[in-house]
Each structure stands twice: as C-alpha cells, then as structure tokens.
C-alpha cells in the first residue's frame, strides 16, 4: 500500500499550533484540516458545526455521558463523533499528503500511516497573550481560559487514546513556541518533512 | 550580567542523547559536559567517579535516605552531591558557552542561564538494539535494564526537582531520535543554537 506522508499537530491552546500547521502546509503546497475538517464532519452527520466543535472539547454533559456510556455501552453523540472523526481522518491520510491539526489524529493514523507527529506548546503568558490578541477579551481572565480548555483538552485526548496529553514520548518532536517563535516551528516542521 | 548560551540535554537511556550532545558541541567548537562533569565533582569531593555516577542514578539506598533526610533535614552523601553538582554546573554555565547533558541541569539553570533545554527519547525497540551495541549482553534483557534505567532517571528528576521526567513543558523542544535518527537531532539542536 502507498503510504502517504501526513504531518500531525497536537498543540496547547494559545500556543500558536494552527497557525504553524496551516503555515507549514501552505510552504509544502499540501493540504491542512482543521476547521476545514469539522466543516467536513458537519456535513457527513447534519450536526451544525458549533455543535461539533463543543462536542469535541467543551461540552463536559456530552463528555461525561461519553464517560459513562464506555460503562454501559450505548454510545453518546460524543462517541458517535469520534468515529465519524476517526473514520474520516482515516480517509484524508489515505487520499493524499496533508496537516492534520488537532482531533487526536496522531492516535487515529498511528498504524495506518507515515506520520510526523508534532506537539506545540508554550507556557501560560505567551499563550494568554497570544488568545486576547486572536480571540479578544472575555468576562474570565485568559489564564483562567487555558487552563480549562487545557483540562478538557487532556481529558477528551486521554479518554479517546489513553494516551498521556503533553508527553513527550507520544511524538517525534515537540516544541515550545513561545520559546522558539512560530518562525522557526514552522521552519523546523518543514525542514522534517 | 553576560550571559552563556547553554544547551543542557536531559535523555532517555539508550536514546542516544550523549552522543548527539557530543556531537552538537563538536560541531559548535564548544565544550560539552558529561562524564568529564563527573570527573570534575569526583576531583572536588575525593569521591571515587563510579560512586558518583551510582549516586546519582542507581544507588536506591542513598536515593532513599536522601528522601528520608528530606523529611529529617539530615543531610545524606546523595544530597551533599547534589549540592556539588548545583554548584558546579551552575559555574560552569557562567564561564563559558557549553553543552551540559543530564545531571538535571535544565532545572539547575532555570533562572541562570540563557538555556536551549533539550530532551531525547526513543522508542524500546531502538534504544533495547543501542544499548546492547554500546554496552554489550548483561544477565538482564536489555528491555528490563531499560525499564530499570527510566524509573531511576524519572525518580531521581523527580525527587531533586519536582518536574515530570520527559514532559514537553519543560523544555524548547524533544526529539525522538528513533523516528529521526541521531544525525537529524544533531543538524536540529545546532541550528538552533
């Protein structure tokens, strides 16, 4: 089987890993899903695609039925989400070259295909001033913003692939942009391909 | 005050991360610390070497006396050598650019320094084939000294510094030198620089 080369990107919320992925994508001339993917999923299930979006990290009702229906087995919208992810991830490894940003897909293609596997992080005042400046001002502070959407980010990634969110071992690189600047992540990324 | 680049390297047993630090200093002309680290503490404290290197990462009744001291505030050989290794990486780190790997420098210079913290990490089956070839058969399967070898390292990091032992927020970038073989690491760590 031909196997093409995908690079994944799991990132801190904050830390810039979009914006490296989409870049990384534009300078290799192939394709990156993020939103463009949830777009996708939306119109595979008919779900509208805010409602997918929370499903994935925020909605903790949904998450925690998710929790619950791995014990009683009957599956949530939550778990039903993930397999259309699952499968449709699949899908776009297979069909040509790409970034996949976010959406566990380091688990999902793990077997299945040549990954480059990237994490990007940054520490919390870099990030916090990193969202006010992409997102804008909101009622909580940003400190207060990241670490949630870091718990439920951890949560939904351990729940799905058991795998420990952050760790190093999970990737051929992880790097820290707030440290680096976004440049030279997107410079090194390439260069790997 | 004028401040040395440093690039201190934190890696798993057998991932080749001595050798990529070797090399990294090598090409950059400046010195790199490491088992002539430990020469030099064995040189200030008449310790015998071996001893020093037992104490730091294998010696489990030094490392448990020391955890029993930290609650009895007597001080054991293990924390008397931590003490040395403190201050002397922390010396070294101002006298000149260097490459410094393990001996938890990374956590020692936090403050200190102008670091590039860099952790190496590979897969079992690459690192269980590496150390066989630099060390030779023991008794032990390779895999079993492996396992052995990450425990200590991780506990030892963890006691002396309260970080997660191979957790990407603690350094600017890890790299796995199975996936991307030592050579790639070397070019990555140097241009970085």
């Known amino acids: ?3 093409n080369r995908v690079i994944t990107i799991s990132r801190e919320f904050g830390s810039g890993g979009r914006t490296i992925g989409k870049k990384v994508a534009e300078e290799l001339k192939i394709p990156c899903y993020d939103s463009e993917l949830l777009q996708k999923i939306a119109d595979k299930t008919g779900f509208n695609e805010e409602y997918i979006k929370d499903a994935g990290e925020y909605a903790s009702g949904g998450f925690l039925s998710a929790a619950f229906s791995h014990r009683t087995a009957v599956p949530t919208n939550a778990d039903y989400l993930w397999k259309i992810q699952y499968d449709l991830i699949t899908e776009l490894a297979k069909k040509e070259p790409c970034v996949i940003v976010g959406r566990c897909a380091d688990y999902i293609l793990r077997d299945k295909a040549d990954c480059l596997r990237v994490f990007i992080h940054a520490d919390m005042a870099f990030r916090a001033e990193r969202i006010v400046k992409e997102y804008g001002e909101r009622d909580e502070s940003p400190e207060q913003r990241l670490k949630d959407k870091d718990k439920r980010r951890a ?39």
């Open 155 to 193: 949560a939904y990634h351990r729940f799905y692939t058991n795998m420990k969110w952050g760790y190093a071992q999970n990737y051929d690189i992880t790097l820290n942009s707030g440290t680096l600047g976004i440049g030279t992540c997107v410079y090194i990324i390439k260069g790997l391909y």
């Open 1 to 3: 089987m031909m196997k």
